[in-house]
């Protein structure tokens, strides 16, 4: 039988002292901070009726958080993609493959992440995307296949900039991933290869077939928490001007000065975007741990 569990000395010392950094916190607002409180402003930034289109509009705040939204959505993806794809090179037997996705591993957990959101940027936004003119392509388009566009990736005359960041955010994002999937490799028993190697399959039929469905089972946890990590990590993106949350936050910051209000929205919509994330977790972790008994 499981023991019912109840409040300890501890708990109630613990309880205590929150509750009265609590009051402590909420009385210095109300009495010792010079502040004009304007929580009625907060609401147009989100949402707001338009009177010559008749109908409501995004506002600036969650224009941003569809942009964040829409990084974060492809980032798991392209991030993903790198993660497999160099965690498989990396214990694989070809010498140059190893060395390589070492080497991005390595250069990438080992730089800040600003130097590297500034160079990836600007190289990948430079000397890849820009001769491509995808925004020019973009502005050719018929309104609804822009729509389209906009509604999965961003506007015309954004385009350029949005891929560039999110090529960014995956290659950074990717290399803990790599490590990840590394691990969930390596944690696959000999006898898994072995005796798929005694029914004749190939490398590939091994990986494919046997070692990744078995590896994919055993990280889906720490792969979600990292996901929940480059919904976080985007927001560094907005030093390059990328008009994601926080970006949006801080040029509204600017221009009305409601600091607080602000920051705390943006706050809970990020908490609206990482706490489904962190219960999926858990329940995973619930799930396999389970299975495994």
């Known amino acids: 039988m499981k023991k019912k569990s109840c409040l300890t000395l501890t708990d109630l010392l613990v309880g205590t002292f929150l509750l009265i950094v609590i009051l402590f916190f909420a009385y210095r607002v109300k009495v010792g901070l010079n502040y004009n409180w304007a929580w009625d402003s907060i609401p147009q930034f989100l949402f707001r009726y338009d009177n010559e289109k008749q109908q409501w509009m995004s506002g600036i705040l969650m224009t941003g958080f569809y942009t964040t939204i829409r990084l974060s959505f492809w980032g798991i993806i392209l991030a993903t993609f790198f993660g497999v794809v160099t965690g498989i090179a990396k214990t694989s037997n070809v010498l140059f493959l190893k060395w390589l996705a070492t080497t991005y591993v390595e250069t990438m957990r080992n730089l800040p992440p600003l130097v590297i959101i500034f160079i990836a940027y600007f190289f990948v936004g430079d000397q890849i995307l820009s001769p491509l003119e995808i925004d020019s392509w973009a502005e050719t388009l018929s309104p609804q296949k822009q729509l ?54 190939t490398g590939y039929q091994q990986m494919r077939h046997i070692i990744l469905p078995q590896t994919f089972q055993r990280i889906m946890p720490p792969m979600t928490g990292q996901f929940i990590s480059l919904i976080k990590d985007s927001s560094i993106v907005s030093v390059i001007s990328i008009q994601e949350l926080c970006f949006q936050g801080i040029e509204l910051m600017t221009s009305t000065l409601h600091t607080i209000e602000i920051w705390t929205v943006i706050t809970l919509m990020y908490l609206a975007l990482t706490l489904p994330c962190s219960l999926l977790v858990e329940r995973l972790e619930v799930r396999m741990t389970q299975g495994m008994r």
Do not use: C, D, N
């Not at 999965?152 to 994002?173: Q, W």
């Not at 991933?177 to 028993?189: K, L, Q």
């Open 148 to 201: 389209i566009l906009s509604t999965l990736f961003a506007k015309p005359g954004y385009l350029t900039s949005f891929f560039a960041a999110l090529m960014t955010l995956a290659i950074f994002e990717g290399a803990y991933i790599t490590e990840i999937v590394r691990a969930g490799i390596e944690s696959i028993a000999t006898g898994q290869w072995e005796a798929s190697h005694a029914l004749g399959l």
